[in-house]
């Protein structure tokens, strides 16, 4: 059985930063992707990045390029998530999940728990 579990988010103003963690168990993941997804109030959970397990390729949504950065340590098998430059707009549930790399959802297999992160204005 595949477990992911993402590190606690928090609450923090606009022009600040969060890093995420999420740490993977179960299995090896040398044969997936690792990818960040978002949920808001109302809204369908949208990708935000993901990293290639092999060649750490990385892959960003238009709207968080330049201020998020995915990262991975294949030793530990984690995967983090840095956000810079946070907006109001950045705020929602995040997900780590395990596939394809691709930003669909249905390409996952394997999904954490979520963990909410709140940029006020």
């Known amino acids: 059985q595949v477990h992911l579990v993402e590190s606690r988010g928090g609450m923090v103003q606009a022009g600040g930063s969060l890093r995420l963690s999420c740490a993977a168990s179960g299995r090896t993941f040398s044969n997936y992707a690792m990818g960040w997804f978002r949920q808001a109030p109302g809204k369908e959970r949208e990708f935000v990045a993901s990293?290639?397990?092999?060649?750490?390729?990385?892959f960003y949504a238009v709207s968080v390029t330049d201020r998020f950065t995915i990262s991975r340590d294949s030793a530990e098998n984690t995967v983090s998530l840095q956000m810079n430059s946070l907006k109001p707009e950045d705020t929602a549930i995040y997900y780590c999940a395990a596939g394809s790399g691709s930003p669909y959802t249905d390409d996952y297999h394997y999904w954490g728990q979520g963990t909410q992160v709140t940029v006020s204005s």
């Open positions: 990293i290639n397990w092999t060649d750490s390729s990385r």
